[in-house]
């Protein structure tokens, strides 16, 4: 049972360029989520999602796109890197039901 | 908008004495509240929740209150050990669309 996993673990893009951070949990849940942490700070929601086909905008979703086309699957896409979201991204997940979420180790993405 | 936050930033705590880390909310809305600890370079983890309904609940060497009245959220961690150094995080929670919105985070440092 590997939880949630992200990749990649690390990542440097440069300005303009676009791509996908993956995540993928194999616990059927059905919540899923995005967040960035800045050094020093909260984590702040990006995107998220209650089911499969279902997603909506959290704090920060300005630079980024998500979709959900499977229950165990919710990758994130820059679509133009620039360097203000130089950032660590967590993916997490949960069932409907409950307080607590599972989260994923992070991508560590530095835009240049 | 409504947020959640926390009063203090560092909280340092010697071998073996008790932890109380505080945090206040405003959202009346929320369904449920967690803590979550975070060691460097990790995801968050998560410790323990409580439902709204609810005012106290325990786990294993952890406390979580609740104070609706004065919208104030506590976690108490007795006989605290090296292991417990790390930032600990409340969140907080809607059940219709699962969101967890996080506060800015507290540093436990445990002093020998």
């Known amino acids: 049972n590997a939880g949630v996993t992200q990749t990649p673990k690390f990542q440097v893009l440069k300005t303009g360029q676009s791509m996908t951070l993956q995540c993928a949990q194999d616990?059927?849940?059905?919540?899923m989520s995005w967040y960035r942490q800045d050094p020093g700070m909260g984590l702040r929601l990006i995107h998220y999602s209650v089911g499969a086909g279902i997603t909506d905008q959290g704090e920060v979703p300005n630079g980024y796109n998500v979709s959900r086309s499977t229950t165990e699957d919710f990758p994130l896409r820059l679509l133009s890197a620039a360097p203000s979201q130089t950032s660590v991204y967590f993916c997490?997940?949960?069932?409907?039901?409950?307080?607590?979420?599972?989260f994923g180790s992070g991508t560590r993405l530095t835009v240049v | 908008g409504e947020s959640v936050g926390l009063h203090l930033p560092t909280l340092s705590v010697q071998e073996g004495d008790n932890s109380i880390i505080n945090c206040a909310y405003s959202?009346?809305?929320?369904?449920?509240f967690i803590w979550y600890k975070q060691e460097s370079g990790k995801g968050p983890q998560f410790i323990i929740d409580i439902r709204s309904n609810m005012d106290k609940r325990q786990g294993q060497r952890v406390t979580v209150l609740l104070n609706k009245t004065v919208k104030h959220l506590s976690l108490q961690i007795a006989a605290t050990q090296p292991g417990d150094s790390a930032v600990y995080f409340c969140a907080e929670r809607w059940d219709s669309w699962g969101k967890l919105q996080f506060g800015a985070g507290t540093q436990v440092v445990v002093t020998p």
């Open positions: 616990m059927n849940h059905e919540y």
């Open positions: 997490a997940s949960s069932y409907t039901g409950g307080g607590g979420y599972t």
């Open positions: 959202n009346s809305a929320s369904d449920y």
